[in-house]
Protein backbone atom coordinates (compact mmCIF):
# COMPACT_ATOMS: atom_id res chain seq x y z
CA UNK A 1 0.00 0.00 0.00
CA UNK A 2 1.07 3.48 -0.93
CA UNK A 3 2.46 5.53 1.83
CA UNK A 4 -0.84 8.48 2.15
CA UNK A 5 1.91 11.34 2.95
CA UNK A 6 3.37 10.80 -0.65
CA UNK A 7 -0.27 10.61 -2.58
CA UNK A 8 -1.09 12.94 -4.66
CA UNK A 9 -4.33 14.41 -4.61
CA UNK A 10 -6.32 16.65 -6.97
CA UNK A 11 -9.64 17.94 -6.55
CA UNK A 12 -11.46 20.41 -9.30
CA UNK A 13 -14.87 22.33 -8.47
CA UNK A 14 -16.97 23.68 -11.43
CA UNK A 15 -20.11 25.55 -10.34
CA UNK A 16 -22.47 25.51 -12.80
CA UNK A 17 -25.91 26.55 -13.53
CA UNK A 18 -27.20 22.89 -12.16
CA UNK A 19 -25.37 23.18 -8.90
CA UNK A 20 -21.78 22.54 -8.18
CA UNK A 21 -19.81 19.48 -9.78
CA UNK A 22 -16.72 18.23 -7.74
CA UNK A 23 -14.27 15.89 -8.81
CA UNK A 24 -11.30 13.94 -6.85
CA UNK A 25 -8.73 11.81 -8.07
CA UNK A 26 -7.56 9.46 -7.13
CA UNK A 27 -10.11 7.77 -5.30
CA UNK A 28 -10.65 8.48 -1.84
CA UNK A 29 -12.93 5.53 -0.32
CA UNK A 30 -13.26 7.43 2.96
CA UNK A 31 -15.44 9.82 0.58
CA UNK A 32 -19.17 8.95 1.32
CA UNK A 33 -20.92 12.16 -0.44
CA UNK A 34 -22.84 10.82 -3.17
CA UNK A 35 -22.40 13.89 -5.14
CA UNK A 36 -18.84 13.98 -5.25
CA UNK A 37 -17.92 12.32 -8.75
CA UNK A 38 -14.99 10.14 -6.79
CA UNK A 39 -12.10 8.05 -8.40
CA UNK A 40 -12.10 10.34 -12.35
CA UNK A 41 -8.69 10.44 -13.51
CA UNK A 42 -7.39 14.22 -13.59
CA UNK A 43 -4.63 15.92 -14.78
CA UNK A 44 -3.53 19.67 -14.74
CA UNK A 45 -0.76 21.60 -15.44
CA UNK A 46 -0.59 25.18 -14.64
CA UNK A 47 1.21 28.38 -16.67
CA UNK A 48 2.23 31.90 -15.15
CA UNK A 49 2.74 34.49 -17.32
CA UNK A 50 3.97 37.77 -16.79
CA UNK A 51 2.15 40.91 -17.12
CA UNK A 52 -1.46 38.66 -18.61
CA UNK A 53 -4.27 36.54 -16.27
CA UNK A 54 -2.66 33.35 -15.24
CA UNK A 55 -3.63 29.93 -17.00
CA UNK A 56 -4.01 26.30 -16.24
CA UNK A 57 -5.45 23.78 -18.25
CA UNK A 58 -7.30 20.41 -17.13
CA UNK A 59 -8.18 17.22 -18.39
CA UNK A 60 -11.17 14.87 -16.55
CA UNK A 61 -11.74 11.16 -17.85
CA UNK A 62 -14.23 9.11 -17.44
CA UNK A 63 -17.06 11.01 -17.77
CA UNK A 64 -20.48 10.55 -18.77
CA UNK A 65 -22.14 13.20 -21.50
CA UNK A 66 -25.23 14.15 -19.10
CA UNK A 67 -21.57 15.45 -16.82
CA UNK A 68 -20.27 17.09 -19.42
CA UNK A 69 -22.99 18.99 -20.98
CA UNK A 70 -23.17 20.73 -17.38
CA UNK A 71 -20.30 22.40 -17.84
CA UNK A 72 -19.88 25.13 -19.68
CA UNK A 73 -17.82 28.56 -20.72
CA UNK A 74 -17.73 31.17 -17.96
CA UNK A 75 -18.57 28.53 -15.24
CA UNK A 76 -16.04 29.13 -11.99
CA UNK A 77 -13.57 26.94 -11.76
CA UNK A 78 -11.23 25.59 -8.60
CA UNK A 79 -8.06 23.39 -9.02
CA UNK A 80 -6.71 22.06 -5.32
CA UNK A 81 -3.84 19.75 -5.13
CA UNK A 82 -1.30 18.41 -3.22
CA UNK A 83 0.12 15.51 -1.27
CA UNK A 84 -1.18 13.86 1.63
CA UNK A 85 -2.80 16.01 4.00
CA UNK A 86 -0.33 18.92 2.67
CA UNK A 87 -3.29 20.35 -0.12
CA UNK A 88 -4.01 23.51 -1.15
CA UNK A 89 -5.52 25.98 -3.97
CA UNK A 90 -3.49 26.07 -6.78
CA UNK A 91 -5.43 28.31 -8.98
CA UNK A 92 -9.46 29.42 -9.40
CA UNK A 93 -10.67 31.82 -12.11
CA UNK A 94 -13.04 30.87 -15.38
CA UNK A 95 -13.44 28.36 -18.05
CA UNK A 96 -12.19 29.68 -21.25
CA UNK A 97 -12.09 26.55 -23.58
CA UNK A 98 -13.83 23.51 -23.68
CA UNK A 99 -13.27 20.63 -25.75
CA UNK A 100 -14.25 17.05 -25.82
CA UNK A 101 -12.17 13.98 -27.52
CA UNK A 102 -12.71 10.73 -26.96
CA UNK A 103 -14.54 10.97 -24.14
CA UNK A 104 -12.09 13.30 -22.74
CA UNK A 105 -13.15 16.57 -21.00
CA UNK A 106 -10.45 19.45 -21.62
CA UNK A 107 -10.43 22.87 -20.02
CA UNK A 108 -8.56 25.74 -20.33
CA UNK A 109 -8.85 28.10 -17.67
CA UNK A 110 -7.45 31.63 -16.66
CA UNK A 111 -7.54 33.65 -13.19
CA UNK A 112 -9.83 36.46 -14.46
CA UNK A 113 -10.75 38.96 -11.78
CA UNK A 114 -13.72 40.20 -13.60
CA UNK A 115 -17.18 39.14 -12.54
CA UNK A 116 -19.34 38.44 -15.89
CA UNK A 117 -22.53 37.73 -13.69
CA UNK A 118 -22.14 40.70 -11.29
CA UNK A 119 -25.39 42.64 -10.93
CA UNK A 120 -25.13 46.27 -11.31
CA UNK A 121 -27.49 49.07 -10.00
CA UNK A 122 -26.89 52.77 -11.19
CA UNK A 123 -28.58 56.00 -12.73
CA UNK A 124 -27.58 58.34 -14.78
CA UNK A 125 -28.70 62.58 -15.40
CA UNK A 126 -30.24 64.01 -18.41
CA UNK A 127 -27.39 64.48 -21.09
CA UNK A 128 -25.42 61.82 -20.15
CA UNK A 129 -23.89 60.16 -23.12
CA UNK A 130 -23.13 56.00 -23.99
CA UNK A 131 -19.60 56.16 -23.45
CA UNK A 132 -19.27 57.35 -20.01
CA UNK A 133 -22.06 54.48 -18.70
CA UNK A 134 -19.87 52.14 -20.48
CA UNK A 135 -17.02 53.08 -18.97
CA UNK A 136 -19.29 53.48 -15.62
CA UNK A 137 -20.69 49.72 -15.63
CA UNK A 138 -17.45 47.80 -17.06
CA UNK A 139 -15.61 49.59 -13.83
CA UNK A 140 -18.84 48.67 -11.18
CA UNK A 141 -18.32 45.15 -12.48
CA UNK A 142 -14.74 44.53 -13.14
CA UNK A 143 -13.78 45.42 -16.67
CA UNK A 144 -11.36 47.78 -18.18
CA UNK A 145 -12.63 49.32 -21.77
CA UNK A 146 -9.62 49.01 -23.65
CA UNK A 147 -11.21 50.42 -26.99
CA UNK A 148 -14.27 52.43 -27.37
CA UNK A 149 -15.13 53.05 -31.36
CA UNK A 150 -18.61 53.65 -31.32
CA UNK A 151 -20.54 54.53 -34.73
CA UNK A 152 -22.55 56.81 -32.55
CA UNK A 153 -22.35 57.90 -28.90
CA UNK A 154 -26.06 58.32 -28.40
CA UNK A 155 -26.86 60.56 -25.72
CA UNK A 156 -29.46 59.91 -23.20
CA UNK A 157 -31.57 63.09 -22.71
CA UNK A 158 -34.11 62.08 -19.97
CA UNK A 159 -31.06 59.85 -18.20
CA UNK A 160 -30.86 56.00 -17.78
CA UNK A 161 -31.44 53.99 -15.22
CA UNK A 162 -29.86 50.19 -14.90
CA UNK A 163 -30.39 47.19 -13.37
CA UNK A 164 -29.40 44.24 -14.05
CA UNK A 165 -25.98 42.18 -15.50
CA UNK A 166 -23.58 44.95 -16.22
CA UNK A 167 -22.31 43.32 -18.85
CA UNK A 168 -24.88 42.77 -20.60
CA UNK A 169 -26.88 46.49 -19.89
CA UNK A 170 -22.98 47.05 -21.52
CA UNK A 171 -24.01 45.05 -24.62
CA UNK A 172 -27.38 46.44 -24.87
CA UNK A 173 -26.43 50.08 -25.27
CA UNK A 174 -23.39 49.18 -27.84
CA UNK A 175 -26.48 48.14 -29.81
CA UNK A 176 -28.09 51.30 -29.38
CA UNK A 177 -25.28 53.04 -30.65
CA UNK A 178 -24.94 50.31 -33.61
CA UNK A 179 -21.97 49.42 -32.36
CA UNK A 180 -20.70 45.47 -31.60
CA UNK A 181 -18.81 44.45 -28.39
CA UNK A 182 -16.47 41.38 -27.56
CA UNK A 183 -14.57 40.96 -24.28
CA UNK A 184 -11.06 39.01 -24.02
CA UNK A 185 -10.22 38.07 -19.56
CA UNK A 186 -11.26 41.05 -18.17
CA UNK A 187 -11.18 43.53 -21.02
CA UNK A 188 -13.77 45.16 -22.99
CA UNK A 189 -13.55 46.07 -26.83
CA UNK A 190 -15.94 48.08 -28.33
CA UNK A 191 -16.05 48.58 -32.60
CA UNK A 192 -18.19 49.25 -35.63
CA UNK A 193 -17.92 48.53 -39.45
CA UNK A 194 -16.70 52.04 -40.38
CA UNK A 195 -13.76 52.02 -38.00
CA UNK A 196 -10.89 53.99 -39.86
CA UNK A 197 -9.02 51.10 -41.44
CA UNK A 198 -5.61 53.51 -40.58
CA UNK A 199 -5.41 52.14 -37.03
CA UNK A 200 -3.41 49.60 -36.19
CA UNK A 201 -3.72 47.43 -33.18
CA UNK A 202 -1.09 45.75 -31.61
CA UNK A 203 -1.36 42.03 -31.90
CA UNK A 204 -1.05 40.44 -28.41
CA UNK A 205 -2.96 38.58 -25.16
CA UNK A 206 -4.06 42.24 -24.53
CA UNK A 207 -5.62 43.03 -27.60
CA UNK A 208 -6.95 39.77 -28.87
CA UNK A 209 -5.34 37.39 -31.47
CA UNK A 210 -7.07 36.01 -34.30
CA UNK A 211 -7.94 32.48 -34.60
CA UNK A 212 -8.46 29.99 -36.36
CA UNK A 213 -11.72 27.52 -37.00
CA UNK A 214 -13.00 25.45 -34.12
CA UNK A 215 -14.41 21.41 -35.09
CA UNK A 216 -17.84 21.28 -33.50
CA UNK A 217 -16.54 19.80 -30.42
CA UNK A 218 -14.80 22.74 -29.23
CA UNK A 219 -15.95 25.55 -27.25
CA UNK A 220 -14.29 28.92 -26.63
CA UNK A 221 -14.61 32.29 -25.97
CA UNK A 222 -13.92 34.43 -29.00
CA UNK A 223 -12.52 37.26 -29.60
CA UNK A 224 -12.50 40.19 -32.70
CA UNK A 225 -10.13 42.41 -33.41
CA UNK A 226 -9.78 45.48 -35.77
CA UNK A 227 -8.37 44.39 -39.15
CA UNK A 228 -4.90 45.76 -39.90
CA UNK A 229 -3.69 47.81 -42.47
CA UNK A 230 -0.98 46.06 -44.85
CA UNK A 231 1.99 46.70 -43.77
CA UNK A 232 4.57 46.02 -40.61
CA UNK A 233 3.20 44.63 -37.82
CA UNK A 234 4.56 43.66 -34.21
CA UNK A 235 6.77 40.87 -33.49
CA UNK A 236 5.78 41.04 -30.11
CA UNK A 237 2.27 39.21 -30.21
CA UNK A 238 4.33 36.36 -28.36
CA UNK A 239 3.30 36.51 -24.71
CA UNK A 240 6.68 35.95 -22.50
CA UNK A 241 7.09 32.64 -21.07
CA UNK A 242 6.61 32.27 -17.42
CA UNK A 243 6.98 29.72 -14.77
CA UNK A 244 4.80 26.13 -15.66
CA UNK A 245 3.76 24.04 -12.57
CA UNK A 246 1.98 20.42 -13.37
CA UNK A 247 0.68 17.43 -11.88
CA UNK A 248 2.41 14.43 -12.35
CA UNK A 249 -0.01 12.63 -14.28
CA UNK A 250 -0.18 15.88 -16.84
CA UNK A 251 3.50 15.27 -17.88
CA UNK A 252 5.85 17.88 -19.02
CA UNK A 253 5.07 20.72 -21.99
CA UNK A 254 1.77 19.80 -21.89
CA UNK A 255 2.76 16.48 -23.51
CA UNK A 256 -0.42 14.24 -21.95
CA UNK A 257 0.37 10.41 -21.64
CA UNK A 258 -2.22 8.55 -22.89
CA UNK A 259 -4.37 6.47 -19.97
CA UNK A 260 -7.74 4.82 -19.58
CA UNK A 261 -9.82 6.08 -16.95
CA UNK A 262 -8.88 4.80 -13.70
CA UNK A 263 -12.52 5.10 -11.73
CA UNK A 264 -16.11 4.33 -12.86
CA UNK A 265 -18.39 6.81 -14.98
CA UNK A 266 -20.36 9.31 -12.92
Not at 15 to 22: A, Q
Request: net charge positive; proline share 3%; charged share 30%.
Amino acid sequence: MLNKLFLERTEIKIETDDGDLNFVFPKDYNLTDPQIINGVEIKWNYKSVNEEPNEFNIEIHGLTNTTIAKIKLKNDIRLVAGYGADIGEVASGIITKKEVEKGTLKLKCREVPADFRKLVSSAYAPGTNASTIINDLASKCGFTVKQCELKTDKVYSIGESILGSGLYEISQIVKDCNSQMTTKNDFIYIYHDEVETEKIIKLSYQSGLLEEPKPQNVEEISYKVEKEKKGKTSKSGKSKKGSKKSSKKGGKNDKKGKGKSKGNKK
